[in-house]
C-alpha cells in the first residue's frame, strides 16, 4: 500500500510503487517514475521525465528534474535516470539532460549527495560516488566510481573524475582528474576576460579589445595592482566607462 501524506501533490501521470512513502509537502509531477521502497521524508519536488530506482532516500527541499540550468535548453524533451541506494540530502539539486549532451543525466548506485550539492545537466555518475557539502558539478561532468568531491569544490564544465580520485575541499577543477588521483588546488589568479558575458553585453570586437588591454595595463605583473592603479588612474576611469 503506498504510504502518501495527505498533504503531498501528485500528478495523475505518475508511476510510483506501492512500497515508495511520500511525505509531507512532497510534489511529484507528470511522467516521474519511482520503484520500491524509496523515501521522500518531506517537502521534496520531482518533476519532468525522471525515472527512479529502489531504495533511495531524499531529504527535505531536494529539488530532482527542475529543467536545466543553460540558456541553450530549449524545453526539448531530455531524461533524468537515478539508479538505487542512493541519499539526496537537504537542498540537493539534480537536473536532466539537454539536447546538447545526449538529453540524459544519469546518477547509477550507492551514491551520497550531500547538503546543498548540485549535478548539472548531462553529468554522468557512476557508483559510490560521494558529492560533499555544496560541491557543484557543471554541465557534462563524468565521476567514475568511488570517487569522492569535497565541501565546496567546483568541477568545471567537461571534466572527467577518474574512479577513486578525491578532490579536496574548497578546490576547483578544470582538467580532467586520473583514476586514483588527488587534487587540491583554489584558483587564485585571474585567467582571462569573460568574453562570452562582454559578448552577452552587446559589446563589438574593438571595445572587448579596449578592455583587454586596460585589463593587462592594470594588472602588470612588473608592478602591484595597487601601485598601477595610482599611477595609471585615467586607465582605471576608461575601464569603468567602458563596464558601464
Same mark, same amino acid.
Given at each position: 500500500?503506498?504510504?502518501?501524506?495527505?498533504?503531498?501533490?501528485?500528478?495523475?501521470?505518475?508511476?510510483?510503487?506501492?512500497?515508495?512513502?511520500?511525505? %509531507? &509537502? #512532497?510534489? +511529484? !509531477?507528470?511522467?516521474?517514475?519511482?520503484? *520500491?521502497? =524509496? $523515501?521522500?521524508? @518531506?517537502?521534496?519536488? /520531482?518533476?519532468?521525465?525522471?525515472?527512479?530506482?529502489?531504495?533511495?532516500?531524499?531529504? %527535505? &527541499? #531536494?529539488? +530532482? !528534474?527542475?529543467?536545466?540550468?543553460?540558456? *541553450?535548453? =530549449? $524545453?526539448?524533451? @531530455?531524461?533524468?535516470? /537515478?539508479?538505487?541506494?542512493?541519499?539526496?540530502?537537504?537542498?540537493?539539486?539534480?537536473? %536532466?539532460?539537454?539536447?546538447? !549532451?545526449?538529453?540524459?543525466?544519469?546518477?547509477?548506485? =550507492?551514491?551520497?549527495?550531500?547538503?546543498?550539492?548540485?549535478?548539472?545537466?548531462?553529468?554522468?555518475?557512476?557508483?559510490?560516488?560521494?558529492?560533499?557539502?555544496?560541491?557543484?558539478?557543471?554541465?557534462?561532468?563524468?565521476?567514475?566510481? =568511488?570517487?569522492?568531491?569535497?565541501?565546496?569544490?567546483?568541477?568545471?564544465?567537461?571534466?572527467?573524475?577518474?574512479?577513486?580520485?578525491?578532490?579536496?575541499?574548497?578546490?576547483?577543477?578544470?582538467?580532467?582528474?586520473?583514476?586514483?588521483?588527488?587534487?587540491?588546488?583554489?584558483?587564485?589568479?585571474?585567467?582571462?576576460?569573460?568574453?562570452?558575458?562582454?559578448?552577452?553585453?552587446?559589446?563589438?570586437?574593438?571595445?572587448?579589445?579596449?578592455?583587454?588591454?586596460?585589463?593587462?595595463?592594470?594588472?602588470?605583473?612588473?608592478?602591484?595592482?595597487?601601485?598601477?592603479?595610482?599611477?595609471?588612474?585615467?586607465?582605471?576611469?576608461?575601464?569603468?566607462?567602458?563596464?558601464?
Amino acid at each position: 500500500m503506498k504510504m502518501i501524506h495527505p498533504s503531498a501533490v501528485i500528478s495523475k501521470n505518475t508511476k510510483i510503487h506501492e512500497s515508495t512513502n511520500i511525505g %509531507p &509537502f #512532497c510534489v +511529484i !509531477g507528470d511522467g516521474v517514475k519511482i520503484g *520500491k521502497n =524509496n $523515501n521522500l521524508v @518531506s517537502n521534496v519536488s /520531482i518533476i519532468g521525465n525522471t525515472t527512479i530506482e529502489n531504495n533511495n532516500k531524499f531529504y %527535505p &527541499f #531536494c529539488s +530532482i !528534474g527542475s529543467e536545466p540550468q543553460d540558456l *541553450k535548453f =530549449n $524545453n526539448e524533451k @531530455s531524461f533524468l535516470n /537515478i539508479g538505487s541506494n542512493n541519499k539526496f540530502r537537504e537542498n540537493v539539486t539534480v537536473n %536532466p539532460g539537454t539536447e546538447g !549532451g545526449g538529453l540524459s543525466t544519469i546518477i547509477e548506485d =550507492n551514491c551520497l549527495f550531500m547538503v546543498g550539492s548540485h549535478v548539472a545537466h548531462d553529468c554522468k555518475i557512476k557508483s559510490n560516488v560521494i558529492l560533499a557539502n555544496n560541491a557543484t558539478l557543471a554541465g557534462h561532468v563524468e565521476i567514475d566510481d =568511488n570517487a569522492i568531491i569535497g565541501g565546496n569544490s567546483a568541477i568545471h564544465q567537461f571534466v572527467r573524475v577518474g574512479k577513486y580520485a578525491m578532490i579536496g575541499g574548497m578546490s576547483g577543477v578544470e582538467k580532467d582528474i586520473i583514476p586514483y588521483g588527488l587534487y587540491m588546488g583554489i584558483r587564485e589568479s585571474l585567467k582571462n576576460l569573460n568574453l562570452i558575458g562582454l559578448k552577452r553585453k552587446g559589446l563589438n570586437s574593438n571595445l572587448v579589445n579596449e578592455i583587454k588591454n586596460l585589463v593587462n595595463l592594470i594588472f602588470d605583473k612588473n608592478d602591484a595592482i595597487e601601485n598601477n592603479i595610482k599611477k595609471k588612474k585615467d586607465i582605471l576611469l576608461r575601464f569603468k566607462k567602458l563596464m558601464k
